[in-house]
Nanobody
Framework: QVQLVESGGGLVQPGGSLSVSCVAS????????VGWYRQAPGQQREQVAG???????NYADSVKGRFTISRDNAKNTVYLQMNSLKPEDTAVYYC?????????????WGQGTQVTVSS
């Protein structure tokens, strides 16, 4: 089992910055890729960014140049630094990972943290 706990969400004005964190615990030795997803009201959940254990990253086009994903493997923590925030970035942000055990894939999600961008 893997547990993911997000923190750091909140209310920020347009153009502002916010950082959210995701701490993993449990069977973390099997974790490679960790991703951030978000879901706005009435919208489908979408991937925002992802990072591998080796540090390779990918971003949704909508956040490229504004968001930065990073990880501290020693602290079992993945961060998402969000700059130049827009109202359309308002959503619940979820941390996600998966592990393989005996040829089966297991997906894990955090509980989510609310990010609201509003004046």
């Amino acid at each position: 089992q893997v547990q993911l706990v997000e923190s750091g969400g909140g209310l920020v004005q347009p153009g502002g910055s916010l950082s959210v964190s995701c701490v993993a615990s449990g069977d973390i030795s099997r974790i490679n890729t960790v991703g951030w997803y978000r879901q706005a009201p009435g919208q489908q959940r979408e991937q925002v960014a992802g990072i591998t254990k080796g540090g390779s990253t990918n971003y949704a086009d909508s956040v490229k140049g504004r968001f930065t994903i990073s990880r501290d493997n020693a602290k079992n923590t993945v961060y998402l630094q969000m700059n130049s925030l827009k109202p359309e970035d308002t959503a619940v942000y979820y941390c996600y990972t998966y592990v393989w055990r005996a040829s089966a894939r297991y997906d894990y999600w955090g509980q989510g943290t609310q990010v609201t961008v509003s004046s």
